[in-house]
């Protein structure tokens, strides 16, 4: 069957406005998470990305009063990944737009883009991505909660795979909203001090906002990853709640694993979803365990970022891949003592350890669960 | 490519009309949708109390798959593939309005967990037991061709054996769905064509 690979990448967030100098930040410990106050004056804590830095970068490609914060956003990345790549737009390139909440800001009266009542559906921002580009056919857009961008990853696979495409660009993003924030809070969900993934004092989530673009491509070529197993598993038992026996994870790692053909010893290192909600990580650290990956190094990214929805499986894959590449395993930041039940293997500080395959996973409200495995491409 | 798949059982549904299978097994004109749907459900006599905390999205794809997933066509891991234009809009509009004012300001946790498009594969995935493949996405309009080809794709990489897939969507008291069951048993053919000409019935 046709392998695909993942052979370019982009990220836009509060710690930079491409891969290398995310990384850079991470490999010092940087955290983008700063305090921040509400309309209503409360204060939270949040990753948020320089708007004006935005408008600087796209006055050179676009009009910035013709698109909105995301759609800027998102542009700025795919192209540049389209000039990273020299890709040519064919007939056989795809494009996937992977969101949870996509324009939402624009439902919001005091939004300039309040009257235009067609740029809160996701096909549309779909169309001024494909569009602006042009994009031979129109963008997929996969809405699936927090999973979006790390399911992106598996349909282009897929696609591939069928036939369908011989290229996929995939641009994932979401903003923080005071639509998210009022609908977080009223779960009494987030967190008041900056999120704490797996640790004992974890107090909840801390919202955060990236946009992240990979090329998939039937062609590999070096310092790429391949997509070797991918899976997405419902738990059947909770919509806003995960699973107190972590099945979905559980069955969708297991799915990834058996169409990678490897064994859990083969897997170097886990990019964990950990968003430092009690149930959210008491699930994984009991799914891991189950599948007998308590050894293996894990972290959360969402230290460093916060939790950015849909966008954070494909910003946490490209921290994963530059992780392969440069045999660096970065720690899971605010983690300080164990508070799951289960053991499970947290990486305390950035070190170097020869990579060769990581495993992917991201779970989100609605029940979902989705494993990706990567593995290095070594030819020369 | 397509070889022994099928489209073993399909239905429509939009504002006062079910087709189930080709035949039309329900009408009744309602005000809105969130009274069809009500009636919907009296009608199967489906019992269900989980229904009624549901927004109207999720009601009309719970109420398919109610249709779909019979105890004779149901088999072991069905993939759930849903797609619409509107997303969860509909329940947005309400969570966007319960903040517009700070003054006038109650955000409720009932109504944001339905801010989710694929809130509704959860609920189908609770009450039929599916730990399955499940995926959402958005189109302008229902994309026959891509439904098509990802439906192949997970039945041909072993992810499923079956597919309950299809358009359901939900915007400004209108309702529309087309959901379809494809598996190795059936009559009609599993092939972009048909599920065009299925549709536009």
């Not at chain 1, 890709?87 to 795809?94: A, E, H, K």
């Not at chain 1, 927090?146 to 696979?157: P, Q, T, Y």
């Not at chain 2, 398919?64 to 066509?73: F, I, P, V, Y």
């Amino acid at each position: 069957m046709q392998q695909s690979y993942i052979t370019y990448h982009h990220i836009i967030s509060s710690l930079g406005f491409d891969s290398k100098s995310n990384f850079e930040q991470l490999k010092k410990s940087k955290s983008g998470i700063k305090k921040y106050q509400r309309e209503n004056g409360d204060e939270y804590y949040s990753s948020i990305i320089d708007k004006e830095k935005v408008d600087k970068l796209f006055s050179e490609i676009g009009t910035i009063d013709k698109y909105t914060t995301l759609e800027k956003m998102m542009l700025l990345s795919v192209n540049a990944i389209l000039k990273k790549s020299n890709l040519n737009i064919g007939d056989r390139t795809g494009l996937i737009l992977a969101t949870t909440k996509g324009n939402v800001d624009v439902l919001s009266t005091k939004s300039k883009f309040y009257k235009d009542k067609s740029r809160s559906y996701l096909f549309e921002l779909g169309s001024q991505i494909s569009s602006f580009f042009n994009f031979k056919s129109k963008a997929i857009v996969v809405s699936n909660a927090c999973v979006s961008g790390i399911l992106a990853v598996a349909v282009a696979d897929r696609l591939i795979k069928s036939k369908m495409y011989d290229d996929v660009v995939i641009v994932s993003g979401d903003l923080v909203t005071e639509f998210i924030l009022s609908g977080f809070t009223s779960f009494q969900a987030i967190s008041s001090t900056p999120c704490k993934p797996f640790s004992k004092n974890r107090r909840g989530i801390t919202i955060g906002e990236a946009v992240a673009s990979v090329l998939v491509s039937s062609t590999k070529k070096e310092s790429a990853v391949e997509v070797i197993g991918t899976a997405s598993c419902n738990d059947a038992n909770h919509i806003s709640g995960p699973s107190r026996t972590g099945e979905g994870l559980y069955l969708a790692v297991e799915s990834a694993l058996k169409e990678a053909q490897v064994l859990i010893d083969d897997v170097d290192y886990i990019s964990a979803h950990g968003t430092a909600t009690n149930f959210n990580d008491e699930m994984e650290a009991i799914a891991f365990s189950r599948l007998g990956m308590s050894e293996i190094p894990l972290n959360s990214l969402k230290g460093y970022y916060g939790h950015t929805l849909g966008a954070s499986g494909l910003l946490e894959t490209i921290i994963g891949i530059e992780s392969l590449n440069q045999n660096t395993l970065i720690a899971s930041h605010g983690f300080d003592e164990l508070g799951v039940s289960k053991s499970i293997n947290v990486i305390k500080s950035t070190t170097k350890k020869p990579l060769n395959i990581f495993l992917k996973t991201a779970s989100g409200f609605g029940g979902c669960n989705t494993a990706v495995l990567f593995k290095k491409v070594i030819n020369k | 490519m397509n070889k022994n798949r099928y489209i073993q059982s399909y239905c429509r549904i939009t504002n006062n009309v079910i087709i189930l299978n080709g035949k039309e097994v329900f009408r009744e004109s309602s005000e809105d949708i969130k009274s069809f749907l009500k009636t919907v459900y009296k009608n199967f006599e489906i019992k269900y109390s989980k229904f009624f905390k549901m927004d109207n999205l999720s009601k009309l794809a719970f109420l398919g798959a109610e249709l779909l997933l019979t105890d004779e066509n149901k088999s072991s891991n069905i993939a759930l593939v849903f797609s619409n234009a509107a997303s969860s809009l509909d329940t947005d509009r309400k969570h966007q309005e319960s903040i517009n004012d700070i003054e006038n300001y109650f955000p409720s946790p009932a109504i944001f967990v339905y801010t989710l498009p694929n809130i509704g594969i959860g609920e189908i995935s609770i009450r039929h037991q599916l730990k399955s493949e499940n995926a959402f996405f958005i189109f302008e309009k229902y994309n026959a061709a891509f439904h098509h080809t990802y439906e192949n794709s997970l039945i041909q990489m072993n992810k499923a054996n079956s597919v309950l897939a299809g358009w359901v969507n939900v915007d400004k008291n209108t309702c529309d769905a087309f959901l379809y069951l494809v598996s190795k048993k059936g009559k009609i053919e599993h092939t972009t064509e048909n599920l065009i000409k299925l549709y536009n019935n």
